[in-house]
């Protein structure tokens, strides 16, 4: 094989075994955009709902509709991709995310805002669960664990800076102009991975729709799947439920934070830069049900401390509660990697699935919550839920008794 000449652009460098690391910056930055608009809507919730007079339901919503859209499209992007390619389905959802971001600045009514962060959601999936089916393919000889984890590292400050960057820009430009400029970040980005992302070499078109509905059945019916989606939901709805309510909480007199004094409230999301990589350690070293109850009570005992009427602990609070709920989305993610043996990637969509259901339902009903109880109603609520989830994990996810060796 001819070797390319010095200086000379080749996608060689990119591919695994001969450009890990820039492999690994393509991944990261996937990731990143893939959630930087995800959650953009909540620093700047308390400006929304200035500008439309609404009710803090109304304007939790529009966090709420990104992330049902991603819930209803997340089982058929898997089928959707097994058919058409990875790189294909991948780019275009990162392409399409620009123009109702673009269109959210424009928007003229809260309605509009929450139809087009609802169309914003709609191509998520095309990022998220096609990705993971590129890795898997293209990495088959090693490296899969990594680059997953750079991925996840990429998705964690995406979230971060979708929040950060709107909160600051909210400060000066509008809610609106913050919206424009995430809009032209997204094209900026979709341009770099279309130029940037290999093709896939070991792609196999898969059409066989029977096949797959037969899979998805055998999937249901199995009680220890369906308890970890179930667990997955009730994790987004904590996540979702306090990182939403707890800027107009932070708004509010005794605090009265700022636009960009919300965006800094973020920070304490970064955390999850550092625990996610050791999250796999702790699993490992206490078992997966041991992890799940320990997070679960650290989350809780988390929420409690935002109660306490001040910024500090507030600040403590959201810090514990994030750090408990990304290890226990580690975990549960890893339980299907374990124990899923067949069609992992109509699994992965699934679990996304009930796991984005959640973080819709703890957009509205913690935002019931808020409206009848203010703050204090918004943890009741999620705490409720992190009851529900150990009792999940306690009644359904006990360890699989291992077979004794035999006898010689």
């Known amino acids: 094989?001819?070797?390319?000449?010095?200086?000379?652009?080749?996608?060689?460098?990119?591919?695994?075994?001969e450009g890990r690391q820039a492999s690994r910056v393509v991944v990261w930055v996937i990731g990143f955009f893939a959630f930087l608009n995800v959650y953009s809507m909540?620093?700047?919730?308390?400006?929304?709902?200035?500008?439309?007079?609404?009710?803090?339901?109304?304007?939790?919503?529009?966090?709420?509709a990104t992330v049902l859209a991603i819930a209803l499209v997340s089982p058929f992007m898997g089928m959707l991709s097994d058919a058409l390619g990875r790189k294909r389905i991948l780019c275009s959802a990162l392409f399409a995310l620009t123009l109702p971001t673009a269109l959210i600045s424009l928007a003229g009514?809260?309605?509009?805002?929450?139809?087009?962060?609802?169309?914003?959601?709609?191509?998520?999936?095309?990022?998220?669960?096609?990705?993971?089916?590129?890795?898997?393919?293209?990495?088959?000889t090693g490296g899969v664990a990594r680059m997953t984890s750079t991925y996840v590292g990429g998705t964690v400050m995406g979230g971060f800076c979708g929040r950060f960057i709107t909160g600051h820009a909210g400060q000066l430009l509008g809610w609106r102009g913050a919206f424009m400029a995430l809009a032209a970040l997204n094209f900026l980005g979709a341009l770099w991975v279309l130029w940037a992302l290999p093709a896939s070499r070991h792609f196999v078109p898969n059409r066989n729709v029977r096949g797959a509905l037969q899979t998805l059945a055998r999937h249901l019916r199995n009680r220890r799947f369906v308890a970890i989606c179930a667990l997955g939901f009730c994790v987004l709805f904590s996540l979702v439920g306090s990182f939403t309510y707890v800027n107009l909480y932070l708004a509010q007199p005794p605090f009265s934070l700022s636009t960009a004094g919300l965006a800094n409230v973020f920070g304490v999301y970064l955390l999850g830069v550092v625990v996610t990589p050791i999250a796999g350690r702790f699993i490992v070293r206490y078992g997966f049900l041991r992890t799940v109850l320990t997070t679960l009570a650290c989350s809780t005992i988390g929420l409690l401390l935002t109660l306490l009427p001040l910024l500090p602990a507030v600040i403590t609070g959201l810090a514990v509660c994030s750090c408990g709920v990304f290890i226990c989305q580690s975990a549960t993610i890893s339980h299907i990697a374990d124990n899923v043996t067949e069609g992992r990637s109509l699994a992965t969509g699934i679990y996304y699935l009930s796991y984005y259901a959640g973080g819709a339902a703890g957009a509205w009903i913690a935002g019931v919550a808020f409206e009848a109880w203010h703050w204090a109603g918004s943890v009741l609520a999620i705490i409720l839920f992190q009851l529900l989830a150990a009792a999940i994990a306690v009644t359904f996810l006990q360890p699989v008794p291992r077979p004794l060796p035999a006898a010689t």
């Open 1 to 17: 094989m001819p070797q390319p000449v010095s200086g000379q652009f080749t996608w060689r460098r990119f591919l695994p075994a």
């Open 42 to 64: 909540q620093a700047v919730l308390p400006l929304l709902m200035h500008d439309f007079q609404a009710s803090p339901l109304q304007a939790g919503a529009t966090v709420g």
């Open 109 to 140: 009514s809260l309605h509009t805002v929450v139809l087009l962060r609802f169309v914003q959601g709609l191509a998520v999936p095309g990022i998220v669960v096609v990705l993971i089916a590129y890795l898997s393919e293209e990495f088959k």
